[in-house]
């Protein structure tokens, strides 16, 4: 890979260095990586190793009560210098620990939107054995209009396709039925839309609505929503999934027969964890700027890290921003700017 990102560091839970520990482990798949944080506990984990640079800015805002006004007012925070890092050319994607907020504030005030897109998007592949899906938005908008839904639909899509190898991605809007006319107004105005602006599109296939209970039954690869809906969802996935594994340690240690049936499920049970374990999918997706971010949870560890940073590499080898630009032009999808908007209008009448 020849792409250089941008690491914030002050957000993981495990300290600084954790995530320079995943920096060293992503720079032996050749990636540059620039890791802002405090030097001191920095640079002993990355001396010697090639392709890592370490810039001090040990001022965080990672737990600001009001991201927005943290990142405007501390200009030497190390998310807001890392987004000016990208900004300017200096990295061509950005990896935050544990601190969506501050990110996504960092990221519209200085990386700024791209061309034509309406609002940023979260993007977060779920770790479903067998197939994962990849939901959209988890969380940067609690509400969403029919062409915003159609928008992350191309993003979720092209990050489907460019980061996680999926050749032709299905797509899919979650409602409370399958029926085209299931769901709020917005979502029934929304499905009408995907159907009419990928019905010859042959990157992405829409496959319609789909319920709740199909999310992780491996009938689409993206799933559409709005912020406030895709959140709870995603905290109840989380919720049972570990709800799950924790009865299944229970009860693997409830008498001898048990731990026995526990030892002989062992291999299988461990192929399990490595599938349903979210640090593999390296975290949160921040689609809809000029850059590509990606957000790990606070409390990955290095192995989390690692892979947030080589994928965001790999959506800047593969161009990702310009991937999502042109399908939504080809799908006519595109923002337009109110004067634009104007003379279409005036001479379409």
């Known amino acids: 890979m020849s792409s250089t990102v941008a690491v914030d560091t002050t957000g993981a839970d495990l300290g600084p260095a954790e995530v320079a520990h995943g920096a060293v482990l992503a720079a032996a798949h050749g990636i540059r990586v620039r890791l802002y944080g405090p030097a001191a506990e920095l640079s002993p984990v990355v001396a010697g190793v090639a392709g890592i640079e370490v810039v001090d800015a040990p001022i965080s805002i990672a737990k600001a009560a009001d991201p927005a006004a943290a990142v405007q007012s501390t200009p030497d925070a190390s998310i807001v210098q890392v987004a000016r890092a ?3 050319g200096e990295a061509d994607a950005f990896v935050v620990a544990g601190a969506t907020g501050p990110a996504l ?8 939107r791209a061309k034509g897109i309406h609002r940023p998007a979260l993007a977060l592949p779920l770790p479903v054995p067998g197939r994962p899906v990849t939901l959209v938005d988890v969380g940067a908008n ?17 990050l489907a396709r460019t980061v996680l190898g999926v050749d032709r991605p299905q797509v899919a809007l979650l409602s409370n039925g399958e029926e085209p006319s299931k769901g709020t107004p917005d979502v029934v105005a929304t499905h009408r839309l995907l159907a009419e602006r990928l019905a010859d599109s042959t990157h992405v296939e829409f496959v319609g609505n789909v319920e709740g209970t199909d999310l992780t ?7 559409v929503t709005d912020g406030f809906t895709g959140n709870i969802t995603l905290k109840l996935v989380e919720g049972v999934s570990q709800t799950v594994v924790g009865e ?13 049936g526990g030892l002989l499920l062992k291999p299988a ?29 606070g409390r990955f560890t290095r192995n989390g890290f690692e892979q947030a940073i080589v994928r965001a590499a790999r959506g800047a080898d593969g161009a990702l921003t310009d991937v999502v630009h042109r399908d939504l032009q080809e799908a006519g999808a595109l923002r337009r700017s109110p004067m634009a908007a104007a003379t279409a209008d005036a001479a379409a009448g």
Do not use: C, W
């Open 105 to 112: 504030a960092a990221g519209l005030l200085h990386v700024r």
């Open 217 to 223: 039954a491996g009938v689409a690869d993206v799933v």
């Open 86 to 88: 990208v900004a300017a």
């Open 142 to 158: 609690v509400e969403s209009r029919p062409d915003h839904l159609v928008q992350f639909a191309f993003m979720g899509a092209a």
């Open 248 to 260: 299944i340690r229970k009860a693997a240690r409830t008498n001898p027969v048990a731990m026995l």
């Open 269 to 297: 049970l461990g192929r399990f964890r490595d599938e349903i374990d979210p640090e593999g999918p390296g975290g949160a997706y921040m689609l809809g700027l000029r850059a590509l971010g990606v957000v790990p949870h």
